[in-house]
């Protein structure tokens, strides 16, 4: 499993990057988050290898890479940054909206029936429910700018556990700006989950929320 590491307060995570918690609506405001990863690329305009940072000690904590070709469906791997990489979790893409995840490290030798389903509860994949568990948790659309998403963005997504009014906020992922080099965006994390639980999750919210796989289709 993941390595683990001790989770940044808000303070510590950068007061540059983590969105206020004044809120803007009647709504109440959003909790400052615990810990907050920073999602960079190792080429610019290139989506196939990022690495998710741990904004309080600036260390790596996860890598992505991403494979596309004819023969199979594009697949996502996070792995550890360790060495050598441990693969911890993988999503493939189907050729419905669908998404299949499997955590590590024996993935490649797995057949794909035994692999988890995400299923898209939204045609334009705005929505994406699935179980670690025996918990539902949803990838879905956010504009709030409490957390730093922008109003006319598709690509800003929080992760819920839950359902209706009851579900709460686990990590919300914010896009960077495009314009700021090899910077992606960022995961915000709001409540501590089991390293089981933050791969799966953080695997769905890249496939979901940063649209990795369109994006390497056209490096």
């Known amino acids: 499993m993941a390595k683990t590491h001790s989770a940044p307060t808000a303070s510590t995570a950068g007061t540059s990057s983590t969105p206020s918690t004044t809120s803007s609506d009647n709504e109440p405001s959003p909790p400052a988050p ?11 305009w290139s989506y196939k290898n990022l690495t998710l940072t741990d904004s309080s000690t600036s260390q790596p904590v996860y890598t992505a890479t991403t494979t596309v070709s004819l023969s199979t469906t594009p697949q996502i791997n996070l792995h550890s940054p360790s060495t050598p990489s441990q693969t911890l979790a993988a999503i493939r893409l189907t050729h419905s909206k669908n998404l299949l995840y499997k955590l590590g490290p024996e993935i490649d030798c797995t057949p794909k029936v035994e692999w988890s389903k ?12 699935f179980e670690v568990g025996g918990k539902v948790y949803r990838w879905k659309r956010t504009h709030k700018r409490e957390w730093g998403a ?11 556990e839950g359902e209706g009014g009851e579900a709460r906020v686990v990590m919300v992922y914010v896009t960077g700006n495009v314009l700021r080099g090899l910077e992606v ?7 501590e989950v089991d390293a089981k639980m933050e791969v ?4 769905v919210g890249l496939a979901v929320g940063l649209g990795v796989v369109e994006r390497v289709r056209k490096d």
Not at 185 to 191: D, N, T
Request: glycine share 6%; proline share 0%; net charge positive.
């Open 34 to 44: 615990i810990k907050q990863y920073n999602i960079t690329r190792a080429k610019y």
């Open 118 to 129: 995400a299923v898209s509860e939204s045609k334009l994949g705005r929505c994406v429910r």
């Open 150 to 160: 922008r109003r006319w963005s598709d690509r800003c997504f929080k992760m819920v």
């Open 185 to 191: 965006g960022r995961v915000l994390v709001f409540e």
């Open 200 to 203: 799966v999750g953080l695997a």
